[in-house]
DNA sequence: GGAGCTTTGTACAGACCTGTCTGATACTGT
DNA sequence: ACAGTATCAGACAGGTCTGTACAAAGCTCC
């Protein structure tokens, strides 16, 4: 304990370690499969500590899914700032996917993941139906911002390509979705009716 | 289809009800989450005459993915053999999708939920990657009999749509994904170049 | 009837899991 | 210096899980 005079890394806190804990473990072997014990042993954090602090394990799972979806929006926001027309936002967030997919611990959509081993009413039912809103919502908004006479039909179709990007990519292990999906989104933009031209 | 009428009920073998009660189990919950004991009530089998069948529960897991899998490739067979066109086979997959999903009890595809609760080299992944292999195979053959140009950019769009409206259907509850990704399988063809006309 | 395979019921071992409890030890603000 | 909070270390209770063991009973086919 000689780090106290040197403040180049002052240790996380405990809750912070049990989140990244949490974080690479639920994620890459699944929130069932791993124990508490697994999570306290990585994060260098006494047991009575993730009690004291969340409660219990239903509460650490709710807390590594917020972070995820958190941070989740904060890329994909990221990406369309980066761009100005209405359509390209839509792509942007497809290659936003495409980087996702090429980190060497991709391991598929954590909301996805969680559902496929989550009883109704659960955290992670519940922590995966905000997330499905927040999609929904995303590609809602840009197909109207974007003035699609049909935003609803544009958003259906976008997120399904979304969908379809994550699970493949993490089935057959490979980043190529990204590219796929996003080649098919200019097709549908190219088949879909917009209102305005540009209006900004 | 019954054996015999006579007596009471010709019961199944264990082997068929403990299969059933899995493939019912299994499915519904999840292969973790779901305990021998669970299993063995609901087949109304005792627990030695599992291990005496199958071995073990993975040795189950695996029989209940394979007949799954059996199933499902038999259900788009039947799709396919009801129309006559290439590209019309390619969007009777999709039509398939759409019954799948209407079934009260779908809760997404079998492989995509037990792979993302299992580990590597667990006889689940092994299961799902036979299943990927059959459904790039699956569109790959399609895309080639259409006499696409290019067979396999076609067939890995495919694969996106259809991995997009399983997931979008488990994810969200509803039905509408299987008709949203036949008509971007539809815009997708009317987009790619084919060779000869219809060759037969 | 009898041999051999299947099935049953139940008890039990060993591992693991969540959660509780306790008592000691840091740290932090006043 | 002191109070209050955060954290640690480890033991333990109660439950569940997989898998094993064994004795008895059914079933099938010759």
Redesign the interface.
């Known amino acids: 304990m000689a780090k106290t005079s040197a403040p180049s890394t002052p240790k996380p806190s405990a809750r912070d370690r049990l989140l990244a804990a949490s974080d690479e473990l639920f994620y890459n ?2 929130i ?2 791993v124990g508490i014990d697994r999570v306290i042993e990585k994060a260098g954090v006494a047991k009575g500590s993730l009690y004291y602090i969340f409660g219990g394990k239903d509460q650490l799972i709710e807390a590594y899914l917020f972070n995820r979806h958190q941070a989740w929006m904060h890329t994909v926001q990221q990406g369309l700032d980066a761009v100005d027309d209405p359509q390209a936002k839509m792509l942007a967030v497809f290659d936003q996917l495409g980087t996702l997919f090429a980190q060497p611990d991709f391991r ?1 959509c954590a ?9 109704p009413g659960s955290p992670e039912d519940r922590a ?1 139906t905000k997330f ?1 809103g927040w999609i ?1 919502e995303l590609f809602g908004e840009l197909a109207r911002a974007a003035g699609a006479v049909d935003a609803k ?1 544009l958003a ?2 976008l ?10 990519a ?3 292990k490979t980043a ?2 990204a590219r ?2 996003k ?2 989104a200019q ?2 933009l190219a ?1 879909t009716s917009f209102a305005a031209p540009l209006a900004d």
Chains 1, 2 share one sequence.
Do not use: I, K
């Open positions: 072997e699944g069932h499969t598929g909301f996805m993941n969680a559902t496929a081993e989550a009883l995966a499905r929904h039909t259906d179709q997120v399904v390509l979304y969908d379809g990007a994550n699970t493949t993490q089935m057959d190529a979705p796929t999906a080649t098919m097709l549908v088949a």
